[in-house]
């Protein structure tokens, strides 16, 4: 399947929803409206030209393990390549170490690129991103002094090393060592599982950010430090030489992104050095992880625009029956299958959630850049409490509906879609990993539960709604839509009051409610940001500004997901409303007999 970048709905969201120039103003990066057009062009280009062409072949070919090295599938290295010297790697980069210091919200279109074109390929440096931002705001300037350039260039790529044989969800339960040496480095030992782009060719030199204990730590979360562990330790004058005494011992054989290497990774007293505080690891960790929840989110949403065009090609072209109201394609033995109300069902869905996710994804990104870029500290902390609540919706919901757009798309091919030529089958293997790392998506929904819902006692919750329910009191040129709209913030607001009792009342209801309280938040967060793109598309056509097309088609899709979307928020309300009593009634012996 080919893959074209859905550069319209993108101008639609950057500039016509969120005003990206202004933004960009406000951050004062001197980015305009032509310059953001231009590198979106190319960004598109990338994506179908060089990254595309190689998602099918990685997945038949996958990576190799031969003598500790690591071959990733043909053409990923001359793509890196092409991806480091025409400066793509260091889009968001900080200025001082040679980055671009593009905004989050520009960035995010094209990362969604990357993922659509291929999620493997995306891997390897969505992790180095990470990296950078962990190192810059927690490494010492020796540290960032000797490899922040080289990772922001993307010369030299990142991981994160967390993850363990009986460490997985619960990072209490890590065991890897750090045992200081008289120079200030450390020896690290321990065996990391499941780590991405753990060994692979596509760089000089890999920075492990790993996770581990010092022997004096106390147990738990808060006895885990963060260290910095090269592939090759550097020379004197900062080139890789040596190799440093880490290995990877395996590559998993698994159900997709098997381009991407996923490495068990030996460090044998392997040499590190501290990043942040003794014993802070985990949070300093936390700033990479919020950054690759951010990333995983994208995947999500660029696997189900991947489907998304893949479904609609297909629907436009396979010929089967006659549209029940009489035959449209005249010419032909059949009509193309989008003629059928249940193909336009599947078909809606799928567009609804990817540009309805595309939308939300430019909000959350805005606050991110804000909580880093905004001039008035006051500001810079609304938008950090405001992406900290969006993160874990992004992460888990996104990936929710990458997994059920991907299904749809083989459901839209019929048989053929589970056929591997047509690459639906793919993108639903694929994306399939997209809900379990990063946290799973139920850690993703613990998370919005414990840490921002109840953290707060709801105030950003409210803060989040009374900023939408004001726009719906401005959507006066949809008023139909806006009162549903308007009744459904309200109806989150009091299902946010209720929940915050039951689970203060019953910690058990934290983990019985928050799937479904993830859930409908975002249902009611989309429904909110397809108002406001109806009101958006009403002005222009009115405005009489040229692609009525375009307009109409944004006005039909928000109908189509206030009437025929929305309403599953209802079933998540129901079904948390009826509370923890009937998961946990029944005694574990009674699961089976
Ligand atoms: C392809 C791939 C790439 C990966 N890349 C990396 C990487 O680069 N770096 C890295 O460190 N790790 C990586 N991981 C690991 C990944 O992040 C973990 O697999 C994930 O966090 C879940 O941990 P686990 O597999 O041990 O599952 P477990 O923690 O054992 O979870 C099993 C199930 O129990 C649920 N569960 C666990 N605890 C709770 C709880 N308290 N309440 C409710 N439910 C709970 C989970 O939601 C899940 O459904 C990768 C994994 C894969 C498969």
Known sequence: MSYQAPLRDMRFVLHELFDVSGHCQQLDNGLDRDTIDGVLEEAARFAAEVVAPLNRNSDEQGCRLQDGEVTTPDGFRQAYKQFVEQGWASMTGPLEFGGQGFPQMLSASFHEMLMSASLSFRVYSGLTEGTVLALDRHGSAELKQRYLAQLVSGEWTGTMCLTEPQAGSDLALLRTRAQPQVDGSYQLSGSKIFISGGEQDLSDNIIHLVLARLP????????????????????????????????????????????????????????????????QGLACMFTMMNDARFQVGLQGLGIAEAAFQGGLAYARERLQSRAIKGPVALDKPADPIIVHPDVRRMLLIQKTLSEGCRMLAAYAA????????????????????????????VKAFFTDCGQEVAS??????????????????????????TQLYEGTNGIQALDLIRRKLLGDGGSELNALIDELATQVHQ???????????????????????????????????IGAVSVDFLAYSAYVMLAALWLQAAVRASQALAAGSGDAAFYQAKLQSADFYLRRVLPRAGAHREALLAGAGCLMAMPERSFAF
């Open 475 to 509: 959507a006066t040129a949809q008023p139909e839509m806006a009162e549903r709209v308007g009744q459904r913030l309200e109806e989150w607001r009091a299902l946010g009051h209720s929940v915050l009792q039951a689970c203060r009342h019953d910690p058990e209801e």
């Open 216 to 279: 004096d730590a106390p147990p738990g979360i808060k006895g885990i430090s963060l260290f910095l562990v090269p592939k090759r330790l550097l020379d004197a004058d900062g080139s890789p030489a040596a190799r440093n005494a880490l290995s990877c011992g395996a590559l998993e054989h698994k159900m997709g992104i098997k381009g991407a290497s996923t490495c068990v990774m030996n460090f044998d007293g392997a040499t590190g050095w501290l990043v942040g505080q003794p014993n």
């Open 408 to 433: 749809l798309g083989v459901q839209l091919y019929g048989g053929h879609g589970f056929i591997r030529e047509w690459g639906m089958e793919q993108l639903m293997r694929d994306s399939r990993i």
């Open 366 to 393: 805005r606050q991110l850049d804000l909580e880093h870029g905004a001039s008035d500290p006051a500001a810079r902390e609304a938008a950090a409490r405001r992406a900290a609540f969006l993160i874990p919706v």
